[in-house]
């Protein structure tokens, strides 16, 4: 299992969690055994392209997946059973989250006031000027200009950063114990985003609510988040403390996933390295290890034979061939002198996948 | 079979999650996970209202050499009775109508004319007055609605008014008119609700013309020079006909409720039993009263025919996605 | 020219040519002076009638060319002058009756378009809330069937069960009453059975729009949203979901009382409610042709309105669309009379 932590001051346990979806082929396995705790006041990113199951993850232990899935295996939300069960009570009182997309996620046809102030109205008991001063308060609180003016505004006169601006106010109304963030920032300007997250960061601190932020770049994690865990078809790949994961990485596609994306500090005209291929078939996967097809360390253990977990301290990774240590370094050099992968994916000697 | 999965499917959930009912807003939701689509299938109401269809035409058609009862003719019945005046037992008629028996499968009217036989023959008049319509809809329409949309510029123009124009009409105010000026043949009132078929029909006839003249393959007939009347005929006429003939089934639902609407304005097809002429002699406050089947037996035919080209045209519609949303309306 | 005035002018061109064709037809296909005179009209060797006719050719310019003919109407009508009823005693003016028969109609249409939204928004709320499950299927069925069902059949149906059967709900209007004499509360119970007749067909049509695009936007990410806020279920469908989905609804609604405005003839006339729609039987079966002129252009004028609106009612609903002109709703095509 894993590390063990006093359950007491975890807001949320997940032990061998699963989501599958009923599909015309059979079930869709979209969130595939994941265990994990989160302690109250810190922050998880879970990190992963599109397609790895990380949001199926996050809207299942909310429970807004809605009645055709199948969940199994255990969470627990403070010490409280979640699978199965009906989750509504928790939605806007101890639950909240940030959607990817503020445009699509608030309402176009509703002041943005008015969506800020319902929750408050709704379960705080407040009454319409109560929440309309709370709401003003908020949109100060989370660098909205204006607050008084904004609050009759539609989403569609505000920019995409006021509208995530407005999002968090929402969240942060409802007061929760954990706020789980879906790609608070990707649809959102270079510009903007910096300032979201720390907004984000800063008001997380404040409150003492615990995390989840979910994003596609390493990049986001990185200083934010307490612990990082990288997700890929489903399951856990590489789950560690921040820094360590940037240190000292195990697994091939929390390395493929580093050096996919751009950071600031490269030099001018860096290639990046895109991740060659596609998130594997859910409802029909393969067997071994779920990134063999892409990965260029894999080995024929690796198709066949599923990782088991390698827990060194805080550190987590499913992996045959972890990078860094000698069976791994022995594994690529392998591959690159015969110019392919155990599952036929051919790469330069560089390490390079052609 | 595809409606019996969805069932089989509806009663796997239930069971397996009983807070559905609270949690649950809809089945759907879009997630990074593909949901595999419905795989299109016309289904089991298709064939249903195909075969009431068929059924319905034979019947119609054949009705002359089938063996039905004669529709104008008075079946009184007669029973032995008692005489008041003198006592003796003698064979008297029975009032009708009579109610549905083994002799009546459907009863009779107030004249003692067997309800099915009349139905039947109304089926013949309300039939032809909706195929006729939708033939005269399709032709007119179809063609203007071709050429508007091939040739485009001002003869696009020029019939885009002419069908502003018609559908700027109260429609059903336009059809008494000119029936109540004209007369009241087949041919009329079938023309005359022909007439509102035509801008609707039109409209789609170029609309699919125009997107398909852009298509690769008139593209190349019209490189290899191929006539512009055999590009509209071979190459864009099928194209066309497939949504036309969709619209086509509702302009013979609408036709055929036409009929009736005219019947109860008093101004059907003369000296013929449509349904509509049925439904109204049957809906008289005494008929009612004494014998409801004489208006609900052609009404439900009338009903499950509606019925059925409306359906046929929804399902055929979304096959073939079609994406204009048609509005009947009387 | 802003978009909106350029439309409007367009309709006064197509009000101008409905005109022209329903004054060409009526001449053409019918015999105005007959109209006027009856038998006589046809008795030109007798020099008596001859004067008569004469006297009633110059009276009401049908010594004119056709164009001037309609020239002058068109010029009376501009100036609210509908000509007289040639078929009613002592010829009194149209707009007497329009004055009298209009009312009349508009309170049917507004009780029927009342009765099938406030239908029609329930049931679609229920059934696009259990999309796909039995619920919603039957419904779905049920909708059909009643879109299917024409309004005299519908008619017959209910005046059969409330009226024969169940002897519940009058049948017929108090015709003879004006329309401001009678007391409202009696004419509203006398408009209950009409009402529903045209209610129900339209609310069926308004559920099948109105599920499909609650469906859709059930869809959307802004209900997890509210979901995830903990807004209720009933208040996620009401003031969430419902408001976003009404524009199809909103399209056809207009478009309806658009076309209603020439009242449905069929159900005044079996309700024997004597409104803009049974005049309009009556003047044609008459040929009492500026009768029927009068209402034609109301009823077109009063449909082309409608339609009109129907295309910007929707920013009342829609912010976005307040100051640009983006997306549409689907396209409705209206088919019928």
């Known amino acids: 299992m894993l590390h063990e932590t006093d359950s007491a001051n975890n807001i949320l346990e997940l032990s061998d969690y699963r989501v599958g979806f009923r599909t015309e082929r059979g ?51 403070q010490g409280e059973e979640l699978v199965n069960t009906n989750r509504q009570k928790l939605w806007g009182t101890k639950m909240a989250m940030i959607f990817q997309d503020p445009m699509t996620s608030l309402n176009p046809v509703m002041k943005v006031g008015n969506q800020v102030s319902e929750p408050l109205r709704l379960h705080q008991g407040m009454s319409r000027k109560e929440a309309r001063d709370r709401t003003v308060e908020l949109f100060t609180l989370v660098g909205i200009p204006e607050p008084a003016k904004r609050f009759g505004e539609y989403p569609h006169q505000l920019s995409g950063g006021m509208r995530q ?149 805080k550190h987590t990774y499913f992996c045959h061939f972890p990078v860094g240590t000698d069976a791994g370094s022995e594994a690529l050099k392998s591959n690159e002198d015969k110019g392919f992968t155990a599952a036929g994916l051919r790469i330069k000697s560089k390490g390079e996948v052609v | 079979m595809n409606e019996e999965q969805e069932i089989n499917a509806d009663e796997v959930t239930n069971d397996s999650q009983a807070s559905e009912e609270e949690t649950n807003i809809s089945d759907s939701t879009q997630l990074e996970v593909s949901e595999f689509a419905d795989k299109k299938t016309l289904g089991f109401g298709f064939w249903l209202a195909t075969f009431w269809l068929v059924l319905i035409s034979f019947l119609a058609v054949f009705s002359p050499i089938l063996p039905f009862k004669d529709a104008d003719k008075n079946y009184i019945a007669y029973e032995q009775k008692e005489n008041p005046l003198t006592g003796k037992v003698q064979e008297r008629p029975v009032q009708p109508p009579y109610a549905p028996s083994g002799e009546h499968w459907l009863g009779t009217d107030q004249d003692a004319r067997d309800i099915l036989s009349r139905t039947i023959e109304g089926a013949r008049i309300s039939l032809a007055v909706g195929a006729l319509t939708a033939l005269f809809g399709m032709i007119v329409g179809g063609t203007l609605g071709m050429i508007a949309g091939y040739f485009k510029g001002i003869l696009d123009k020029i019939v885009g008014a002419i069908f502003l124009v018609v559908l700027s009409f109260p429609g059903l105010i336009l059809a008494i008119l000119i029936v109540a000026l004209l ?44 006539k512009k009347s055999r590009i509209l005929i071979k190459e864009l006429l099928p194209n066309v006909l497939i949504p036309m003939s969709t619209l086509a089934m509702l302009v013979i639902a609408v036709a055929i409720v036409g009929e009736g609407t005219l019947a109860f304005l008093g101004l059907s097809v003369q000296n013929s039993a449509t349904w509509g002429k ?53 | 020219m802003p978009k909106p005035i350029r439309r409007l002018i367009g309709l006064l061109g197509l009000l101008t040519i409905v005109s022209m064709v329903t004054f060409g037809a009526m001449n053409f296909l019918g015999d105005p002076l007959f109209n006027i005179l009856g038998p006589v009209a046809a008795d030109v060797d007798n020099p008596e009638s001859l004067k008569v006719i004469e006297e009633a050719k110059a009276q009401y310019h049908l010594d004119k060319s056709l164009p001037e003919r309609w020239a002058r109407w068109a010029w009376d009508f501009v100036r609210g002058d509908f000509g007289v009823q040639f078929s009613s005693s002592g010829q009194p003016p149209v707009s007497d009756l329009i004055k009298e028969r209009l009312p009349r109609t508009l309170e049917l249409m507004a009780v029927a378009q009342i009765i099938a939204v406030s239908l029609a928004i329930p049931w679609s709320v229920l059934a696009a809330s259990r999309a796909n499950r039995r619920t919603d299927k039957i419904s779905t069925i049920t909708a059909f069937a009643f879109v299917s069902i024409p309004s005299f059949a519908m008619a017959v149906i209910l005046f059969y069960f409330f009226s024969v059967q169940w002897d519940l709900l009058p049948d017929t209007y108090t015709a003879t009453d004006p329309f401001w004499g009678i007391s409202h509360d009696h004419r509203l119970i006398q408009l209950i059975l009409p009402g529903f007749t045209l209610g129900i067909g339209s609310a069926a049509a308004y559920q099948r729009l109105l599920r499909t695009d609650l469906i859709t936007t059930l869809q959307q990410d802004f209900i997890l949203m509210a979901k995830s806020k903990g807004v209720s279920k009933r208040r996620v469908l009401y003031s969430h979901a419902l408001r976003p989905s009404l524009f199809s609804m909103i399209t056809l609604l207009a478009i309806n009382i658009g076309f209603m405005i020439g009242g449905s003839l069929v159900v005044e006339q079996f309700f024997r409610i004597p409104g803009i729609g049974s005049a309009v039987v009556e003047a044609t079966l008459r040929e009492d042709f500026p009768v029927v002129l009068a209402i034609v252009m109301i009823v077109s004028a009063g449909f082309m309105v409608f339609n009109y609106l129907a295309d910007y009612l929707y920013t009342l609903i829609d912010p976005r669309v307040r100051n640009e002109d983006t997306s549409k709703p689907r396209k409705i095509t209206s088919m019928g009379m």
């Open chain 1, 27 to 77: 079930l869709a396995k979209a969130v595939d055994g994941v265990s994990l705790s989160l302690k109250r006041g810190s922050t998880l990113a879970i990190v992963g392209e599109s397609g790895s199951g990380k949001t199926v993850l996050n809207r299942g232990i909310m429970g807004l997946l809605g009645a055709n899935i199948i969940e199994g295996g255990s969470a627990k939300f």
């Open chain 1, 165 to 313: 601006r407005v999002m968090i106010s929402i969240a942060l109304a409802i007061e929760p114990d954990i706020l789980i963030a879906d790609e608070p920032t990707t649809s959102l300007d270079v510009t903007v985003q910096k300032y979201i997250l720390d907004l984000l960061v800063d008001v997380q601190s404040k409150s003492n609510m615990s995390m989840v932020i979910i994003t596609h770049d390493l990049g986001v994690a990185r200083g934010r988040a307490d612990e990082i865990m990288v997700m890929y078809g489903g399951r856990i790949m590489e789950k560690a403390p921040s820094e360590t994961v940037f240190q000292e990485m195990k697994h091939p596609y929390t390395q493929a996933l580093l050096s996919s994306i751009p950071r600031l500090n490269d030099p001018k005209h860096t290639r990046l390295t895109p991740i060659e291929g596609f998130p594997p078939d859910i409802v029909d996967g393969p067997q071994g290890c779920k990134f063999a097809a892409r990965c260029k360390y894999a080995q024929d253990t690796c198709l066949t034979l599923a990782p088991e977990e390698t827990t060194i301290d």
């Open chain 2, 183 to 226: 007369d009241r043949s087949l041919l009329t009132i079938s023309v005359t609700l022909g007439i509102l078929g035509v801008a609707p029909i039109g409209r789609l006839a170029r609309a699919q013309t125009l997107s398909f003249s852009e298509r690769e393959f008139v593209m190349a007939a019209e490189t290899l020079g191929a």
């Open chain 2, 278 to 330: 049925l439904i109204l002699t049957g809906s008289g406050l005494s008929t009612l009263e004494s014998s409801p089947w004489v208006a609900f037996v052609p009404m439900g035919f009338l009903f499950l025919t509606v019925a059925s080209f409306n359906y046929l045209s929804d399902r055929i519609r979304d096959y073939f996605d079609v994406r204009d949303i048609f509005v009947t309306r009387d």
